[in-house]
T-cell receptor, first 109, second 116 residues
Framework: GQNIDQPTEMTATEGAIVQINCTYQ??????LFWYQQHAGEAPTFLSY??LDGLEEKGRFSSFLSRSKGYSYLLLKELQMKDSASYLC??????????WGAGTKLIIKP | IAGITQAPTSQILAAGRRMTLRCTQD?????MYWYRQDLGLGLRLIHY???????GKGEVPDGYSVSRANTDDFPLTLASAVPSQTSVYFC???????????????FGPGTRLTVL
């Protein structure tokens, strides 16, 4: 079967760095997405990785290791507005997205 | 319109009633999707359409139907609602992926549906 695993909840301090991990087992791989979802809102796109390595975009970076079925999202200089759920999704062999349950990130002052 | 719109924003529905959730996009995307999101679970795909005139079943299609008469609209119908269909429903669209490209999905604001 297809499976995406990520921690249910994480807590971090404003100004700090946090890493959210995602492991996956899917039928085929056509890239991995990270989305941000604030409470009561729609998911919004953060990053996409299809090759191994690190992709950096401002305060956010995303890493992929295809051989390990592993990705992480790194958030630097945390701000209160970063409090949200972070969703990991893998594009499978049919280009359908398989979604993890999401990681709720709580930022404390 | 800019992006994707959904209607209604929220709805309370009696069990057994028929309900259509509306979704319209103005980005000329080929592919459209319907998801439901429940607490503790990931987004689950109900139905999808890769292009106007075609539809496909996702992970949880039972009790739902869709149509894609044109590029812009992708309505989701619950023929006879049941309490287990209480959920938040998201419509999304993307440029259909091909080799070497990716299919970022853009989401509508969601419809919160309660079936009593």
């Amino acid at each position: 079967g297809q499976n995406i695993d990520q921690p249910t909840e994480m807590t971090a301090t404003e100004g700090a760095i946090v890493q959210i991990n995602c492991t996956y087992q899917t039928s085929g791989f056509n890239g991995l997405f990270w989305y941000q979802q604030h409470a009561g809102e729609a998911p919004t796109f953060l990053s996409y990785n299809v090759l191994d390595g690190l992709e950096e975009k401002g305060r956010f970076s995303s890493f992929l290791s295809r051989s390990k079925g592993y990705s992480y999202l790194l958030l630097k200089e945390l701000q209160m507005k970063d409090s949200a759920s972070y969703l990991c999704a893998v594009s499978d062999s049919n280009y359908q997205l398989i979604w993890g349950a999401g990681t709720k990130l709580i930022i404390k002052p | 319109i800019a992006g994707i719109t959904q209607a209604p924003t929220s709805q309370i529905l009696a069990a057994g009633r028929r309900m259509t959730l509306r979704c319209t996009q103005d980005m000329r995307h080929n592919a459209m999707y319907w998801y439901r999101q429940d607490l503790g679970l990931g987004l689950r795909l109900i139905h999808y359409s890769n292009t106007a005139g075609t539809t496909g079943k996702g992970e949880v299609p039972d009790g739902y139907s869709v149509s894609r008469a044109n590029t812009d609209d992708f309505p989701l119908t619950l023929a006879s609602a049941v309490p287990s269909q209480t959920s938040v429903y998201f419509c999304a669209s993307s440029v259909l992926a091909g080799t070497g490209s990716y299919n970022e999905q853009f989401f509508g604001p969601g419809t919160r549906l309660t079936v009593l």
